[in-house]
C-alpha cells in the first residue's frame, strides 16, 4: 500500500520551517537565515520513502506587510493550505501566543484539513516539561489533530512526525519521480542560495531590498568540466549598491566565495560564478519589477 499527498508548512517568519524542509529532505532546497522573509516562494520539498511520497510546501512566514512583495507572500502563505492533504501549524515555545499566530490560526479556522501543532526548538528550553503551557495556550485557540513538540536542529520527535504524517496521506501513486527533491528549477535554487549569502553579510534594510536573478548558466565553453553562472544581485539604492560591494569589492567577494561553495555542492559540478550589482528604485513596490524579478502573481 503506497501513499502520497501535500502537507503545507505554515507559520510566523523564523521559526524553523525551511530548516525542518532542508531536515526532512536531506539537502538544501530552501535558504534559511536568521532574517525574517528569507523564504518568500512556495517551495515543494519532496521526500520518497519505499511506502510513501511527503510533498512538503514550504511558505513564506506571516508578518504584518509594508510592500507589494510582503502582501504577494502573505498571499502564497494563505493559499498554501488550500487543497493539501495536512497542515503543519509550526511555531515556538512561548509564554503567550503572539499576534501572527493568532491570524494565521484565524485564516484556518474554515479549513476542513487536518491541523497539527508543531513546536518546534524544545531544545531551547531549560525543561522539556515546560512545553505544557505552551501547548495549553495553543489548545485554547484551536482543535488541533495533533501536537507534536519538536526539535529540528537536535532531531527530537521528527521521526515520529513524520510517521504520524504518514497516516493523514492518501492511498495513491507518486505523483513525482522518486529521484526529485523539488519542484523548482535548477536556476531558481542557484539564485536563492546567493540571496541567502546577500542575507548573512548585510544588515539593516539591505537583506529585504535585494532580489537575485540568473542571466545565464550553462556548461562552460572553455572547460566542459565548469558551469558558467552570471547573475545579478538586484538593490533599491546606490547607497545598498556600495554596501554590497563593500569596500574595495572586499564584500561582494566574500559573497561570491560563500556562493561557490554552496552551489558546487547542490550542483555537484565546479563553477564559474560573476556576480554583478545592480539598482532598480522601489522594486518591491512595482508590478512590473516584481514579474521581471520572478515575484509576480503568474510565478506561483
Known amino acids: 500500500m503506497f501513499r502520497s499527498g501535500f502537507i503545507s508548512l505554515i507559520g510566523r517568519a523564523n521559526v524553523g520551517k525551511s530548516t525542518f524542509l532542508n531536515k526532512v529532505i536531506g539537502k538544501k532546497i530552501a535558504i534559511t537565515s536568521n532574517k525574517p522573509q528569507t523564504t518568500r516562494d512556495r517551495i515543494q520539498g519532496i521526500l ?10 514550504d511558505t513564506p512566514g506571516v508578518h504584518k506587510p509594508h510592500h507589494a512583495l510582503d502582501e504577494r507572500m502573505q498571499d502564497i502563505s494563505f493559499s498554501s493550505s488550500r ?7 509550526m511555531t515556538t515555545p512561548l509564554k503567550e501566543v503572539l499576534k501572527g499566530d493568532e491570524i494565521i490560526l484565524d485564516n484556518l479556522r474554515g479549513t476542513k484539513t487536518p491541523v497539527f501543532l508543531v513546536i518546534n526548538k524544545v531544545d531551547q528550553l531549560k525543561k522539556i516539561s515546560n512545553i505544557d503551557s505552551s501547548i495549553l495556550l495553543y489548545q485554547k485557540l484551536y482543535p488541533f489533530a495533533g501536537i507534536y513538540p519538536i526539535s529540528v536542529e537536535k532531531d527530537i520527535n521528527v521521526d515520529r512526525l513524520l510517521l504520524d504524517i ?8 507518486l ?5 526529485i527533491l523539488s519542484d523548482k ?6 539564485a536563492e542560495l546567493i540571496r541567502e549569502k546577500v542575507l548573512l553579510l548585510t544588515e539593516e534594510e539591505v537583506p529585504h531590498s535585494i532580489a537575485v536573478t540568473i542571466e545565464s548558466m550553462k556548461q562552460s565553453e572553455d572547460n566542459p568540466n565548469y558551469i558558467d553562472i552570471y547573475a545579478t544581485i538586484v538593490c533599491e539604492r546606490e ?18 566565495q560563500k556562493s561557490i561553495l ?16 545592480k539598482v532598480k528604485k522601489d522594486w518591491r513596490n512595482k508590478t512590473r519589477d516584481l ?8 510565478n506561483y
Do not use: M
Not at 504518514?166 to 501513486?173: I, V
Not at 505523483?175 to 529521484?179: G, N, V
Open 48 to 57: 520518497t520513502t519505499e511506502d510513501t511520497q511527503y510533498i512538503f510546501v
Open 83 to 89: 487543497g493539501v492533504d495536512l497542515i503543519l501549524f
Open 166 to 173: 504518514k497516516e493523514y496521506l492518501p492511498e495513491g501513486p
Open 175 to 179: 505523483l513525482y519521480p522518486d529521484d
Open 185 to 190: 528549477p535548477e536556476r531558481f535554487t542557484v
Open 239 to 256: 547607497s545598498q549598491k556600495k554596501i554590497i560591494i563593500g569596500k574595495e569589492g572586499s564584500l561582494i567577494k566574500q559573497i561570491k
Open 262 to 277: 554552496d552551489i558546487k555542492h547542490f550542483l555537484n559540478s565546479k563553477i564559474h560564478l560573476d556576480l554583478f550589482v
Open 291 to 298: 514579474q521581471a524579478l520572478g515575484y509576480g502573481k503568474d
